[in-house]
């Protein structure tokens, strides 16, 4: 059974910074790829960044520049270090990991309000 435990969301200020964590327990080979995704109001859901076990990392391009995405591989963890967020960044984030065999597992989600 895999779980990811998302914490760190909260209310910020437009240019503050959050850093989000999850942190994931099951099989080593559950935490292949692993990545943020978000979900703004009346939006679909979409990719943040990812990384693999081997540290390659992909960003989308609204955020390139401003996140940075980092894995402790030790502890089946993810982080995400929002830096100038802005109040479009306000959503529902969501981790995510992919097995080794290409399986999907999803965290619950946690806040992030970016707002004067």
């Known amino acids: 059974q895999v779980q990811l435990v998302e914490s760190g969301g909260g209310l910020v200020q437009p240019g503050g910074s959050l850093r989000l964590s999850c942190a994931g327990s099951?099989?080593?080979?559950?935490?292949?790829?692993m990545g943020w995704y978000r979900r703004a109001p009346g939006k679909q859901r979409e990719l943040v960044a990812t990384i693999t076990s081997q540290g390659t990392t992909n960003y989308a391009d609204s955020v390139k520049g401003r996140f940075t995405i980092s894995r402790d591989n030790a502890r089946n963890t993810v982080f995400l270090q929002m830096n100038s967020l802005k109040p479009e960044d306000t959503a529902l984030y969501y981790c995510?990991?992919?097995?080794?065999?290409?399986?999907?597992?999803w965290g619950q989600g946690t806040q992030v309000t970016v707002s004067s």
């Open positions: 099951g099989s080593i080979y559950s935490f292949y790829v």
């Open positions: 995510k990991t992919i097995s080794t065999g290409g399986n999907d597992y």
